[in-house]
């Protein structure tokens, strides 16, 4: 498959980089996910677009969260979308549509989750409404990344 080029990343970012995210959130990031970053470190895809046959409207990546001191960076995306019970632990938002939903990597299973964030239930339970705002998406970040397709397609 075709790889998917990126625009607009921040610096280059290190190793160090990697295992000091690794360290916060408690969890080893996949191969595909760290050698993804290594090489583009946020940014905007050229296919944005993912279609599924389970969704009448394709959803759009607006752009992907860069891995250092950008202010709505991916670790204090995370902290703070966890601190206000946004999203479960498990969850890494590593990209968000235009709307402020999120794309996530589950830590635990390697799987790519969309995770709504506008549709909080005050009758649920603070999991419940989680588990009801995410849609498993992709069994795998690459597949992911390399399944975005363009506007055109």
């Known amino acids: 498959m075709m790889e998917n080029k990126f625009s607009n990343s921040e610096r280059t970012m290190t190793l160090a980089d990697l295992e ?3 360290s916060a959130i408690g969890a080893r990031l996949p191969r595909s996910f760290r050698e993804h970053y290594t090489k583009y470190n946020g940014g905007v895809p050229e296919r944005a677009y993912w279609v599924s046959g389970e969704r ?4 759009e990546v607006a752009a992907f969260k860069s891995i250092s001191d950008a202010p709505s960076n991916l670790l204090l995306t995370y902290q703070t979308m966890v601190k206000k019970q946004v999203i479960p632990c498990h969850l890494l938002p590593f990209a968000n549509d235009w709307g402020g939903s999120f794309f996530c990597l589950n830590v635990d299973s390697g799987s790519v989750s969309y995770f709504t964030t506008d549709n909080f239930r005050s009758e649920l339970s603070m999991q419940e409404s989680q588990a009801e705002a995410e849609e498993i998406i992709c069994t795998n970040f690459v597949r992911f990344v390399q399944g975005l397709v363009g506007e055109a397609d």
């Open 20 to 22: 000091a995210l690794e």
């Open 56 to 59: 009448d409207e394709p959803l």
